[in-house]
């Protein structure tokens, strides 16, 4: 009787063995990225928390699936509410796209002299095997001369743009808002004048940036540099207490503004008029921790790759320990019954 109790306890000590592997596996599924966002406005005017106006407006968003990505874009918006008139905006949720605008000579006999376009915007989101991505751009005039195929002119006016891509990995978004874009000729080639004017840009990879003034690549009064922290103090020290307050040039983690004016106390009776400001966030894809030899060792951080590839860590390790783990259990626990077995023979 004593060896027939020895080798139920034989058997049953190892059959746990082999259900404790299954669940290594679940341990490879990797957290998703965050869904990624990113928005930007070229001018906004808001009143007791409220949007009144808005110019240039951009969103965008994607997530792990077409129905949490979307695009928004408002040339001009009055009110809280999106446009509902499809000549100065539009949105898109799921794949699809959408454009439109209140005036654009694209598509008429125009085109071998340029483009004209007022309130010109498009919307996007297109899934394929990388992911999910998302665009939107918005502009209150832009205007394009290039008689010929030689580009003469190219004039924007309170323009933003916003992206945002998802993956399995990471999800990624950015965005840039600019007061006035101003060509003339073909700087590229050192012939012309390339002139920005109040930019703001900010991702979720990079950070936030912006600056007052960009002659042909030479940036001026920068979130980062002297003259840009001097504007910054000229425009904190012009202000009349509960009336006017001013900020410029501004950057802090994901966000950046290029003008600020609080107008009132910022309460309820308050306005706040903001010119170029860019936001965007996202993220990686974490993996749980790994549980190796009874310790729990801290995922790996995900390397930067500049395709939405799978990382190669955790997802791709842990099925095969998992598949090792449970061979040997299973072997295990045959052992054990094998034991058990010839300890009951020996019994009897």
Same mark, same amino acid.
């Given at each position: ?19 404790? $592997?299954?669940?290594?596996? /679940? ?7 965050? #869904? ?23 969103? =965008? ?36 796209? $959408? ?23 498009? !919307? ?11 665009? $939107?751009? =918005? ?23 916003? /992206?945002? +891509? ?7 978004? %950015? ?53 840009? *922290? ?5 425009? %904190? ?5 509960? $009336? ?6 501004? %950057?802090?983690?994901?966000? *950046? ?13 308050? =306005? ?16 749980? #921790? ?9 995922? #790996?951080?995900?390397? #930067? ?22 061979? !040997? *259990? ?17 019994? +009897?």
């Amino acid at each position: 009787m004593r060896v027939r109790r020895l080798g139920n306890i034989i058997g049953v000590g190892f059959l746990p063995a082999v259900f404790s $592997a299954a669940p290594l596996s /679940a341990l490879a599924q990797t957290t998703p990225p965050p #869904p990624a966002e990113a928005e930007a406005y070229a001018a906004q005017l808001q009143a007791g928390g409220q949007q009144v106006v808005a110019v240039g407006h951009t969103q =965008a968003t994607a997530g792990p699936d077409a129905g949490s990505s979307a695009a928004h874009a408002g040339a001009i918006e009055i009110g809280p509410e999106p446009p509902g008139d499809a000549h100065v905006g539009g949105s898109q949720t799921g794949s699809g796209g $959408a454009k439109g605008s209140t005036f654009d000579t694209a598509g008429t006999g125009f085109d071998q002299l340029g483009r004209v376009a007022l309130t010109p915007w498009f !919307v996007l989101m297109a899934e394929d095997g990388t992911g999910r991505h998302s665009r $939107a751009h =918005a502009a209150l005039l832009e205007l394009v001369l290039n008689p010929g195929g030689n580009k003469v002119l190219d004039v924007r006016l309170l323009t933003s743009d916003s /992206a945002a +891509d998802h993956s399995s990995s990471k999800s990624t978004a %950015a965005s840039s808002a600019d007061g006035v874009v101003l060509i003339l000729g073909d700087p590229a080639n050192g012939q012309g004048l390339e002139l920005w004017v109040l930019h703001s840009e900010a991702s979720s990879e990079a950070g936030a940036s912006g600056y007052l003034l960009n002659v042909n690549g030479n940036k001026l009064a920068t979130t980062s540099d002297q003259l840009g *922290a001097g504007l910054r103090q000229l425009c %904190a020290a012009i202000q009349i207490p509960n $009336a006017l307050k001013l900020a410029c040039v501004q %950057a802090s983690g994901g966000a *950046a503004e290029a003008f600020q004016a609080l107008l009132g106390d910022g309460g309820a009776r308050g =306005a706040l008029v903001d010119v170029a400001r860019a936001e965007g966030s996202g993220g990686a894809a974490s993996a749980p #921790p790994q549980v190796l030899g009874g310790e729990v060792a801290p995922p #790996p951080a995900p390397a #930067p790759a500049p395709a939405p590839t799978p990382p190669a860590v955790a997802g791709a390790e842990l099925p095969r320990t998992g598949a090792v783990l449970g061979a !040997v *259990a299973g072997l295990l626990a045959a052992l054990g019954l094998a034991i058990r077995a010839r300890l009951c023979r020996m019994s +009897d």
